[in-house]
C-alpha cells in the first residue's frame, strides 16, 4: 500500500486501490501518532503533552538501544530485535541487469502472547 491508504483511524476507502479496481470495497483503519498520543493520554489519564513526551522518550530509549546492537523486550507486547542482512546479487527489474545490494542491519518486531491473544 502506498502512503495515499494513510489517513487516520478512522474508516477511509483507499483511492490507491478503488482506481486500480484490485478490491473496491477494501477498508483500512489506521491510527496515526496524533491518535496514539491521545489515546494514551485518555488511559493514563494525562495531558497529551504528558503522553507525547512519554511516547518520543520510550521512542528515542527503542531507537537508542537498539542502534547499540542490544535487544528491547515488552513481556507480553513483544520485542525488537536487530538482524544483520547480508550483502546479495539482485536484479534491476526494468533493465533485468544485476546489481549488488548491501548488507545492512534490519529492525524486526515480534509480538508477545499477549498482544497475539489481544487481536483474536
Known sequence: MTNT???????????A???KN?????????????????AMASEAGISKAAAGKALAGMMNAVKGSLKKGNKVSLVG???WDVSKRA?????????????????????????GSELKGSVN
Open 87 to 111: 550483502a546479495r546479487t539482485g536484479r534491476n527489474p526494468q533493465t533485468g541487469k544485476a546489481i549488488q545490494i548491501a548488507a545492512k542491519n534490519v529492525v524486526k518486531f515480534k509480538a
Open 22 to 38: 484490485i478490491l473496491t470495497n477494501l477498508i483500512i483503519n489506521i491510527m496515526n501518532k496524533t491518535e496514539l498520543i491521545e
Open 17 to 19: 486501490i478503488k482506481a
Open 5 to 15: 491508504c494513510v489517513n487516520s483511524y478512522k474508516t477511509y476507502i483507499c483511492p
Open 77 to 79: 507486547f513483544g520485542s
